[in-house]
């Protein structure tokens, strides 16, 4: 393992790795949390831990910070001067893979995804030249970098705009199973009228733990207004309790991120379609099917599955293109619309038990895909953030920008360094 302490120990580190032809895995806040996503048997871990530093300019009002750092650490060090930033809904969640998979954040509505708020990347290529990536110079690596993960260079530090406010308003609310019709109505309408209001969201969760199933959504509105309209049907539905107040961005995330305990094995499916009730309601009921199933798989075990919807509309796509683009191919996905992107996030507590219950997971996947595809609802797309082992994100964003990603790969890394020898994350497909 390589810890670097500077941009210079990793231009070293790549030159060493290069040179010898040698395997590594490259690890930042460790955003994906599958087997093998940032770690690596057999080669090199580089692991940007101890390069977590947030500086803010209050002139420029950029914040740069590095990869190795969480957003929980990155908000309370903007917390001090009033401001915040377009990134993860979770404290432990990564600077470095949130920023270069697309990150949906808490501002995403008004501001595209934190990605597009991203104004350079400090980027080390394979072989040790260290660049600065933004509109102004190597504005294609800048453009591939938001998207394309780590298959370019190491990213040593990130530039990006803050928000002049680090007041939202927002919490959990938490509802009875029976009130999951009227749940599943109020988000569709709330989706239906997103654009009319773009500092509120909305995220609906069906949890289910050691204490059965519960019914969530998460309402934010970036603005810190209590009693936005868009959200005056959730207000209508009874509910069982609600943590929805005003607070900075560093008070509220450690909420939203729960416990993390570490040990455990972690796996992520995610995929997009159409906005359509239908949809949401098979995948309840196709989910409570197969959490019967896992029961009976692995009887002992304290497994968790989230089964997550938030949508993708067109303001958020907007808004990246007009901030120089990215290669998230989203504009096809929401030509016609806003889109359902959906997640399941099933979390096991043994590896004995891991390999009993984790192919119900992959089936039910394959289910929930099978009754997209045959509704004629699904957008074949993979958010990268949410994206699992085996699963293919970069694949989705479509021909053209695989075609334009694997130039840019070709000509900032012309020995496929990050393609070959980079054995964590997710590749540019051939």
Known sequence: ????????????????????????GMRSGAHSAFHGSNGLEGGVTVDFGYMNSTVYDPATEIASIQPGSDWGHVYTILDS???????????????????????????????????????????VLANGTIVNANRNG???????????SGNF???????TKVIKSNKIWGGITTYDLNKTDEVVDA?????????????????????????????????TNSNARSAAPAFREFAGIANISSTARIGSVAEMVPEFTGPTPLGLCA??????????????HFIVQTVMEYTKKMQLAAPSSNFELLTQFQPIT??????????GGNVLGLERVVADGPALMWLLALTVDTRENQELILPLLLELENVI??????????????????????????????????????????????????????????????
């Open 138 to 148: 190597n504005a294609d690596l800048w453009r591939s970098m938001k998207g394309g």
């Open 369 to 430: 895909n099978q009754y997209a595809d045959r509704e004629g609802v699904q957008k074949g797309w993979e958010f990268l953030n949410y994206s699992g082992l085996g699963q293919e994100p970069i694949r989705h964003y479509g021909k053209e920008i695989v075609h334009f990603m694997r130039n840019v790969s070709l000509k900032y890394d012309p020995r496929g360094v990050f393609q070959h020898l980079r054995k964590t994350g997710f590749r540019i497909p051939v």
């Open 81 to 123: 001067f009033g401001v915040t930033a377009v990134g993860g809904r979770a404290s432990v969640v990564g600077v470095g893979g949130f920023t270069t998979g697309g990150g949906y954040s808490f501002h995403s509505g008004a501001e595209g995804f934190a990605c597009d708020s991203v104004v350079n990347y400090e980027v």
């Open 267 to 280: 796996n992520w499916r995610t995929g997009t379609t159409s906005h359509d009730p239908r949809v949401v």
């Open 187 to 219: 988000y569709m309408n709330f989706v239906n009228n997103m654009d009319k209001d773009l500092a509120s969201q909305v995220i609906v969760t069906l949890l289910y733990g050691q204490q059965g199933f519960s019914l969530v959504a998460v309402l």
């Open 1 to 24: 393992m390589v810890l670097p302490l500077s941009t210079e120990d990793v231009a070293k580190t790549i030159q060493i790795l290069s040179a010898h032809r040698c395997p590594f």
């Open 314 to 323: 067109q303001s958020i796509v907007t808004h990246g293109a007009e901030r």
């Open 153 to 159: 260079g190491f990213v040593t530090r990130v530039d």
